[in-house]
């Protein structure tokens, strides 16, 4: 059974890196001592040794130890052998792109569909969803595709952010933007804000935090909702 | 010679569609009565009629007749023979697909380095740079590939965005997006202000507007410059 955890940030306002999912971290990953960590989103484009050191101080005080799936010869076998796994945030594009040069998209997919618990943040949480189709992020890289792993049923707007009613920008909105993806794709989106996350455990979808989360369903007007019904 | 305009927004806070830039407009096209619109990036989903309309309005007080690319049959033909070109801006990743799946990128890229004068907005002036890959649009559909008209030595980001210092985002900021593009690739970035653009003329890249545009060089800080060298 997929026994998930999506948040839409690793950090909130503050914050430390994933100090307000400490005590969630610790009932999630209950029995775990050891996570592998996906750490090829690389934000602010950092190196994948200096973002596990980030992501092992994040879970130092419940006493994982986290190690970084860069570091094995294998990494297709580390996955199928991990515990746990970990995909932090940074940018979607790299992220998915590594995954497929690895030959790790379908590995991880499985592996996730058999029970081995799945953590992500921010990108990490938007490869979980259909398709990478509703990220922020920019096409630094090009990927060989924007399909992820499909593990719920529905694409993920991390970081979501509500219209600022005083801003004086003309950029697109983040609604309008998700209404341009739906003009030509079916895919729920689940525009998740920064302080929430999603479990996936006994079957079941479960959206935590203190905020309600917002849904947006192709030709309909989108929907704040604090239950998550697909 | 090359002949370009190149804004980071149709539209000003407060102002209606191109109004802020109508004197300039009626400079860069002076001695054309009809300009080729290209629809493609349809903001907010709106069918190339629509935006075709959108457009007119804003070239109507100037006196100038605007045609849809997607009104010819012969699209190629339309390039080849227009007096002048405009691209408004919508999703990039939309306007890309559809030039190359019209087989127009080469095309349209020979008639402006031909000397047909060519403006853009938005997405319709990310596409003059190298590759699209500093666009701030969602990946909505897959395009064959990020290369773009390269018809100026650098990226547009356009609407760009300062760092807000108030804000409880954690979202990645502009500049941050920017750097980590710049971890994976070389082609300076220009950040172009809304109510800043760029035209080429006589050989020479002005800015253009009353802004400064934030320049963006691999492994150097940005820069706030007043005038384009390249």
């Not at 924007?146 to 697109?172: A, M, Q």
Request: aromatic share 10%; hydrophobic share 35%; charged share 25%.
């Amino acid at each position: 059974m997929k026994k998930i955890l999506l948040a839409s940030t690793s950090t909130v306002y503050g914050g430390t890196y994933l100090s307000y999912l400490q005590e969630e971290l610790a009932r999630f990953f209950k029995g775990i001592n050891e996570i592998v960590f996906i750490p090829y989103a690389r934000p602010s484009g950092i190196s994948h040794d200096e973002y596990t050191e980030i992501a092992q101080k994040g879970f130092s005080s419940i006493g994982k130890k986290i190690i970084g799936l860069h570091s094995f010869e294998n990494p297709e076998k580390a996955l199928k052998e991990a515990k746990a796994i970990f995909t932090g945030g940074g940018n979607t594009f790299l992220l998915v792109t590594q995954l497929y040069k690895l030959n790790l998209m379908d590995t991880l997919r499985e592996v996730v569909e058999n029970g081995t618990p799945y953590m992500g943040t921010s990108a990490g949480s938007n490869i979980a969803g259909q398709t990478m189709q509703t990220t922020n992020d920019m096409p630094i890289i090009y990927p060989p595709s924007f399909k992820t792993l499909g593990l719920v049923p529905f694409n993920l707007n991390p970081h979501y952010l509500d219209p600022d009613p005083n801003s004086k920008h003309k950029g697109e909105t983040r609604e309008t933007r998700i209404k341009e993806f739906h003009k030509l794709n079916d895919i729920p989106v689940v525009g998740l804000r920064e302080g929430s996350w999603i479990c996936v455990e006994d079957n079941k979808i479960i959206l935590k935090g203190d905020l309600t989360a917002r849904i947006f369903l192709k030709n309909q007007e989108p929907k704040e909702v604090s239950e998550l019904v697909f």
